[in-house]
């Protein structure tokens, strides 16, 4: 299979992509990106052509599932908004210090470790 040739795409994953596309080109981006974006999309979420043969791959279908199941879960932890604040409370008092310092926090010299948490959360 040359590259880039869809055959081995359902109809489901081609509307799929086909929907995204649009929907990138609405948004201002290239048809040439936005086609890209979409079958990357595409790809990560379906773990490539689902036709027999599929991404040329020999992966069975339960570790085409898994993987995207890792993937997602990875990439909604990075989302959550708590996990860059959930790192403040990792660090010690002195780089807590130096990033209350870099962000002018008042009352910085007398504040305990949680209370500079607490105030470079409320910072951000």
């Known amino acids: 299979m040359p590259q880039g040739d869809k055959d081995k795409y359902t109809d489901k994953q081609k509307h799929k992509a086909e929907h995204i ?7 201002g981006v290239s048809s040439k990106q ?4 979409a079958w990357a999309t595409v790809n990560k979420q ?11 791959q020999k992966k069975s279908a339960g570790s085409k599932a898994a993987a995207r199941s890792d993937s997602a879960q990875q990439a909604a932890a990075t989302r959550k908004a708590g996990s860059r604040s959930a790192s403040l409370q990792e660090q010690t008092k002195d780089q807590l210090m130096a990033k209350a310092r870099a ?22």
């Open 46 to 56: 379906s773990g490539g052509g689902n036709r027999s043969g599929g991404s040329g």
């Open 21 to 27: 596309e649009k929907s990138y080109e609405r948004k």
């Open 103 to 124: 962000q002018n926090i008042r009352g910085r010299s007398t504040m305990r470790k949680q209370e500079l948490v607490n105030a470079l959360r409320r910072a951000q």
């Open 34 to 37: 936005a086609e890209a974006r």
